[in-house]
């Protein structure tokens, strides 16, 4: 698959400290947000065919910083071992 980057040993440092767990422990958000992921790709992709890139690509240009912006006022404290 192009652009897929398949890492050896990529999940050692998750299952050590203890993401997969968390995952397990709140399965039902992680499949809510597996299925809103695979739902989204598959989504982009029938976009991607019926919207000219001339408006996918500005509307990706708006899009990304708000999230990112939503993603920092969501960060870890600075107390955080990992941050």
Do not use: C, E, W
């Not at 890492?7 to 499949?31: E, K, Q």
């Amino acid at each position: 698959m192009h652009g897929l980057q398949v890492l050896p040993g990529g999940g050692t440092r998750y299952s050590r400290d203890g993401s997969f767990t968390a995952l397990r422990t709140n399965l039902r958000f992680t499949a809510l947000m597996a299925a809103g992921s695979i739902g989204g790709a598959l989504l982009g992709g029938l976009l991607l065919g019926a919207i000219p890139d001339i408006v996918l690509i500005p509307g990706l240009a708006v899009i990304l910083p708000i999230s990112a912006l939503k993603m920092t006022r969501h960060a870890r404290p600075a107390s955080h071992p990992h941050t």
